[in-house]
Structure formats: C-alpha cells, structure tokens
C-alpha cells in the first residue's frame, strides 16, 4: 500500500509562486512516475505534470514555462514549483503515483487547495 501526502497549498496573488510537496509512504519501490493534478470547480481532473525515475518530465501547454516538477528518489519525495501564477490555476492539486515495475499500482493524495486571487 502507497500512501501520499500533499502540502503547500495556499493563497496567492496573481503573478506569484508557490511550492507543494507530495510524500511518499510505504511500498514504494522500482520505476514508478509521480504525476500532479488538478481540478477546478465543475471542470474534470487535468495533468498538470509528470515526472519519471529518470527525471523526464512532462507538462502541458497551459503550465510550461511557468511550473517545474522534481523529486527526490532517495526518499520518495516530490515538488511543484509555481511561479506567474494566474487566476485560472486556481484548483485543488492532487499527487500522483503510478508504479511500473517491479509492481503496478496507481494512487492519489487528498489534494491542497490552491487559490490564485488578489
């Protein structure tokens, strides 16, 4: 079992930055990517970023530029950064882990609200 815990959420100013971290508990091991999400009022869950073991990373159009994903492999740690953060990013992001090998497995986190208003 995988559990994550998410943190860092918050208000911010339109322009501004903010970092959310997403630990990792339990059987976590082997290749696996840690993924970010978010969902806005009345809209559907979207990718906001993936990351590999490998460190490859992946991000839509709407967030390039201006959010970077990282982790820490050693211990199971992964990172957000936000930065010219817009209205419309306003949502609640969620971790994501996907194992692949050894074992499959997919799982969430609770979410953390983050709201962009001045």
């Known amino acids: 079992q995988v559990e994550l815990a998410e943190s860092g959420g918050g208000l911010v100013q339109p322009g501004g930055s903010l970092s959310l971290s997403c630990a990792a508990y339990g059987r976590i091991e082997g290749v696996y990517v840690m993924g970010w ?8 869950r979207e990718l906001v970023a993936t990351i590999t073991s ?3 990373t992946n991000y ?9 994903v990282s982790r820490d492999n050693a211990k199971n740690v ?11 990013d306003t949502a ?9 090998f050894p074992r499959s497995g997919n799982y969430w986190g609770q979410g ?5 208003s001045s």
Do not use: I, W
């Not at 839509?60 to 970077?68: E, I, N």
């Not at 953390?112 to 962009?116: G, N």
């Open 54 to 56: 490998g460190g490859g």
């Open 37 to 44: 999400y978010r969902q806005a009022p009345g809209k559907e």
């Open 60 to 68: 839509p159009d709407s967030v390039k530029g201006r959010f970077t």
């Open 78 to 88: 992964g990172y957000l950064h936000m930065n010219s953060l817009k209205p419309e």
């Open 112 to 116: 953390t609200q983050v709201t962009v």
């Open 92 to 100: 609640v992001y969620y971790c994501n882990v996907q194992l692949l």
